[in-house]
DNA sequence: CTTGACCTTCCACCGACTGGAGGGTCCAGC
DNA sequence: GCTGGACCCTCCAGTCGGTGGAAGGTCAAG
């Protein structure tokens, strides 16, 4: 319970968070104001470090901060309903996924376009005349 | 080439790209500024409509206002190679399907820890332990 | 003459940072 | 004791592609 106790610069290599980044969580909300030192430097203890890990295991799943402020409460909650985790999660996965569906549909489309296109020296190019006359609808 | 006069609210009508975002357009000088009439009213002619309708295909084909300005002036140059609108359109191709290379991994991960999850009032949840431990790289 | 739908400019905000200026602090070496 | 470099601090601006709103001018219908 001593807690070792780190400053920001430490805590980012800790964590993976760089440390101008902790600093935009504290002002951002998502997680509370560190602790200061006499001489005003932040300081972390254990605790905290794992929160920035949380916390950037969750960024690089693509959860955005409101659902990690979420996230985290969950995770403090030991009464928490699984439940609760699961249908943020799904509910992110189908974001993910109508993402996806958009991003391959417009890859398609880009792309069958592209394999129309001479690519040479010559001017006259599909794709061109597909943003000039905007034949059909891609969503 | 008498040319339909319109205001900005038609030309937004006409070519599907809001008024506001025509004026942020060019403002941020992705088209010319627009000839103005005596009251100080921005006024669009076929042709600028056209560019309008050129750039909002070109938004839902997931390009950048960068890209767009490059397209643009190749669409405009009658001497452009065909070769260089093919491979802006290749580069986009290629960055929308790194996106969706990273949405699919991340998208995957999620399910399957979603799909080992109880979901009830329980409150043990892999997804929260995942997040918690950082056992794996995702990207 | 008023009402309402336009148009104008300017400024602020969204998300999730990132970069930089300008300044304070701390420690190691000389 | 002093200097240098690596930290730390706060605050402001910029990224990208808009969107929302305030405050005010214009125009046509009733």
Redesign the interface.
């Known amino acids: 319970m001593t807690g070792t106790r780190v400053t920001i610069g430490e805590a980012a290599r800790r964590s993976g968070v760089p440390a101008k980044t902790i600093r935009f969580y504290e002002e951002s909300g998502i997680i509370a104001p560190a602790a200061r030192d006499t001489n005003g430097y932040r300081f972390y203890g254990e605790s905290d470090v ?1 929160t920035l ?2 916390i ?3 960024r ?3 959860f955005s901060l409101k659902d990690i402020g979420d ?1 985290l409460a ?2 403090r ?7 609760d ?3 943020l ?2 509910r ?2 189908a974001e ?2 109508r ?2 569906a958009e ?2 549909a ?2 398609d ?3 069958t ?2 394999e129309r ?9 599909p ?2 005349e ?3 006359h ?1 034949p059909q609808k ?2």
Chains 1, 2 share one sequence.
Do not use: N, W
């Open positions: 794992e890990r949380f950037h295991r969750a690089d799943l693509g996230l969950l995770y909650d030991q009464g928490r309903a699984s439940r985790v699961k249908d999660a799904l992110h996965v993910l996924e993402r996806i991003m391959t417009i890859r489309v880009i792309k376009l592209a296109c001479h690519g040479d020296h010559r001017p006259d190019c794709i061109l597909d943003l000039a905007v891609v969503s």
